[in-house]
């Protein structure tokens, strides 16, 4: 298993000073969503040739390697012509994560709230179907896995409706990032060997890349983000599981700040190894 993280954790920083940091700390494999990570750029369409040039040149002189181009749109959105938009960004953002050798592209899909109706959830759920099926046709076409994330308060909030669009889209192109603590919520923490073992049976022989970050329950019940070592989830157990049938997969450190980014990687570093 190979460690990375999320580069604009490190804030919106120039291209040469944003890897130079990221690799001083010890990664040499990054989630990169060019809008938010390097400065200058607000957006894919202000990405050019030479940006992209600029950025493989870094790359190679700071020996990083792109596990997951990062791209954040909402696939399931309610609204279809809203929703096309959306996947027109992703088509183009395909593009460029071909180019910079990525492994995959990946996104989230939309946001929803818990008390949301079966009937929204079912359409928005349709609605993302649709997108995944226009970008996976284009990574065949092209050679580029697409990568989608579960989250549990978004159109694709469940191990099963997981396992539901990997068989609507039956391509060797569409896999999953798993995000464990994007599938918490204050009800399941305290099952989550149940959790994970819904998760590996529904999508483990797809998982592309792993995050991590830390979770717990605070005083009044609710989750509050925390650092890995006083984190709640169970990194352990899923760890053990991924290096044992995808050992291949990077583990991303999502939300870290860049003071403790050492300390987190030797913390990574001793449960995967």
Not at 102 to 119: Q, V
Not at 224 to 247: G, H, S
């Given at each position: 298993m190979?460690i990375g993280l999320?580069?604009h954790?490190?804030?919106?920083k120039p291209l040469?000073?944003?890897?130079k940091?990221?690799?001083?700390d010890?990664?040499h494999?990054?989630q990169?969503a060019?809008p938010k990570?390097i400065e200058?750029?607000?957006s894919?369409?202000?990405?050019?040739?030479?940006l992209?040039k600029?950025i493989?040149?870094?790359?190679?002189?700071?020996d990083?390697?792109?596990p997951?181009f990062g791209c954040?749109?909402?696939?399931?959105?309610?609204d279809?012509i809203?929703?096309?938009k959306h996947?027109?960004?992703?088509l183009?953002?395909?593009?460029?994560a071909?180019?910079l050798g990525?492994r995959?592209?990946?996104?989230?899909?939309?946001?929803?709230?818990?008390?949301?109706?079966?009937?929204?959830?079912?359409i928005?759920?349709?609605?993302?179907v649709d997108?995944?099926?226009?970008i996976?046709k284009?990574?065949?076409?092209?050679?580029?896995?697409?990568a989608?994330?579960?989250?549990?308060?978004h159109?694709?909030?469940?191990?099963?409706?997981?396992?539901?669009?990997?068989?609507?889209?039956?391509s060797?192109?569409l896999?999953?990032i798993f995000?464990p603590?994007?599938?918490?919520?204050?009800?399941?923490i305290?099952?989550?060997e149940?959790l994970w073992?819904?998760a590996?049976d529904?999508?483990?022989?797809k998982?592309?890349?792993?995050?991590?970050k830390?979770?717990?329950?605070?005083?009044?019940?609710?989750l509050?983000?925390t650092?890995?070592?006083d984190?709640?989830?169970n990194?352990?157990?899923?760890?053990?599981?991924v290096?044992?049938?995808?050992?291949?997969t990077?583990?991303?450190?999502?939300?870290?700040?860049?003071?403790?980014?050492?300390?987190d990687?030797?913390?990574m570093a001793?449960?995967?190894?």
């Amino acid at each position: 298993m190979n460690i990375g993280l999320r580069a604009h954790d490190y804030g919106k920083k120039p291209l040469e000073e944003l890897f130079k940091r990221i690799s001083d700390d010890g990664f040499h494999e990054i989630q990169l969503a060019i809008p938010k990570a390097i400065e200058g750029v607000n957006s894919l369409e202000d990405v050019d040739e030479s940006l992209l040039k600029d950025i493989k040149l870094a790359m190679e002189k700071y020996d990083i390697a792109i596990p997951v181009f990062g791209c954040y749109v909402e696939l399931g959105h309610l609204d279809s012509i809203e929703r096309q938009k959306h996947v027109e960004r992703f088509l183009l953002g395909m593009d460029f994560a071909k180019y910079l050798g990525a492994r995959c592209i990946g996104s989230e899909t939309t946001h929803f709230s818990m008390d949301s109706t079966d009937e929204e959830r079912r359409i928005a759920f349709e609605g993302l179907v649709d997108s995944v099926e226009q970008i996976v046709k284009k990574g065949e076409e092209i050679g580029l896995d697409v990568a989608i994330e579960p989250v549990a308060l978004h159109t694709l909030n469940t191990p099963e409706l997981t396992k539901e669009l990997l068989e609507r889209i039956p391509s060797e192109r569409l896999k999953i990032i798993f995000d464990p603590v994007n599938l918490l919520t204050a009800k399941n923490i305290g099952e989550q060997e149940k959790l994970w073992n819904r998760a590996f049976d529904c999508f483990g022989d797809k998982i592309a890349a792993l995050h991590m970050k830390g979770t717990r329950l605070n005083e009044t019940g609710e989750l509050e983000k925390t650092n890995l070592q006083d984190n709640a989830a169970n990194f352990k157990r899923i760890i053990d599981w991924v290096k044992t049938n995808k050992p291949e997969t990077t583990v991303l450190r999502e939300e870290i700040k860049p003071i403790e980014a050492k300390i987190d990687r030797a913390f990574m570093a001793e449960l995967i190894k």
